[in-house]
C-alpha cells in the first residue's frame, strides 16, 4: 500500500491535523541507505516530519529542509521535502549500533543526540529561504518539530512518529501526526486536544494494529467534529539528475575545476539522497571549466 498524508481541520476552523503512514518510504530509504535500526528509526522519523511539514507549503516550487544536527554518534541528518511530500533524505553515519533504551525500544534520543539544534529552511520562491533554528529539546524527532513550531513559528503543536522494525530489520509499519492549533482556539480547545492526545496513546501501537491516517485523526481529534480537506500520496523520491550535477560544478571555484580537469580519470559525484553515480569524463570536465572561464569574463 502506497504512503498517504490525511489533512483536516476541526469544523470550529480552531484545530488543524494531519497524519501520515510512511512504510513505503522509511522501507526505501533503509534499503537505500542500508541503515541499521537505529539510524532506520531516526531518518524515517525524520523522513514523514519533512513530509508532513512539506505537504503544507503552497508553490509546486517549494521546498522545505529538515537538519537534524545533534552532536549523536548518527552524525547530522538531513530530508528534504516537496510541496506535495513527497521526500528524500539521509543519515551522516547510518551504521550505528546504539544500545536500546530498553529492550524492544530503540534509543534515538541518544543517538540523534541532544547537544544541537534542528534547523527548518522552506524555499517559498522568494530570493532568500525562510531559516529557523530552534535548539533539540531530546532528539527524538517528534518532540523537536513541537518544539520548533512552539519556539520558531509560535504555534502550540502536538507531533507524534513511529517506526516499527520487523525482525529482519525491514521496516513493517511507520506513521504519525501533526495537530497544530489555529488563532482562535481557545483554552477548553486546548484542554480537549490534550484529552484526546493522551487517550490515544502511543501512535506506534496504533500502526502495528494497521491503524490508517483518518482513523488517526478521527481519534487524536476525539470530541471535535472533523473535517477531511484533503489526502495525497507520498514517497521517497529524489530529483537528482546529470544536468543538476554538471551545474552544481560549474558554480566551484575555477581554482578547484582546473585542478579536477587535470585528472585523466574523470569527476565522479555520487548523489546522497539516492546514492546514484554521476561521472564526468576528462573532457566534459576540461568543457565546464572553460564555461566556468567564460562566465567570469562575461
Ligand atoms: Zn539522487
Redesign the pocket.
Known amino acids: 500500500m502506497s504512503d498517504k498524508i490525511v489533512r483536516a481541520i476541526t469544523s470550529d476552523g480552531a484545530v488543524m491535523a494531519a497524519a501520515i503512514t510512511g512504510k513505503e518510504m522509511v522501507e526505501t530509504a533503509r534499503q537505500l541507505h542500508t541503515t541499521l535500526p537505529v539510524a532506520t528509526a531516526a531518518l524515517g522519523r525524520s523522513l514523514m516530519a519533512a513530509s508532513l511539514m512539506g505537504n503544507q507549503l503552497k508553490g509546486d516550487e517549494n521546498s522545505l529542509t529538515l537538519q537534524f544536527n545533534g552532536g549523536g554518534p548518527l552524525g547530522k541528518i538531513v530530508c528534504v521535502a516537496d510541496y506535495r511530500g513527497n521526500v ?1 533524505g539521509f543519515v551522516e553515519n547510518p551504521f550505528v549500533h546504539q544500545p536500546d533504551k530498553y529492550q524492544g525500544k530503540l534509543d534515538v534520543g541518544t543517538a540523534v543526540g541532544r547537544a544541537g539544534s534542528l534547523t527548518v529552511i522552506k524555499d517559498l520562491g522568494m530570493k532568500e529561504p525562510y531559516v529557523g533554528s530552534v535548539p533539540l529539546v531530546s532528539g527524538e524527532i517528534a518532540e523537536d518539530v513541537t518544539s520548533y513550531y512552539a519556539v520558531s513559528e509560535q504555534f502550540p503543536t502536538a507531533c507524534a512518529l513511529g517506526v516499527l522494525l520487523d525482525r529482519d530489520q525491514s521496516v513493517s509499519a511507520a506513521g504519525g501526526y501533526l495537530i497544530q492549533l489555529l488563532p482562535g482556539a481557545d483554552e477548553s480547545t486546548i484542554d480537549m486536544v490534550e484529552a484526546a492526545v493522551t487517550a490515544f496513546g502511543s501512535v506506534t501501537t496504533h500502526l502495528q494494529a494497521g491503524m490508517t491516517p483518518e482513523q488517526m485523526l478521527h481519534q487524536v481529534l476525539a470530541g471535535f467534529e472533523v473535517e477531511i480537506l484533503d489526502q495525497s500520496e507520498v514517497a521517497y523520491r ?3 539528475g546529470r544536468e543538476r550535477y554538471r551545474a552544481a560544478l560549474l558554480t566551484l571555484a575555477a581554482e578547484d575545476l582546473k585542478e579536477m580537469a587535470d585528472d585523466p580519470a574523470g569527476v565522479e559525484l555520487q ?6 553515480s554521476y561521472r564526468f569524463p576528462q573532457y566534459e570536465v576540461k568543457e565546464i571549466l572553460a564555461d566556468r572561464l567564460n562566465r567570469v569574463q562575461k
Do not use: D, P, Y
Open positions: 528524500r529524489c530529483t537528482c548523489c546522497q539522497f539516492c546514492s546514484k
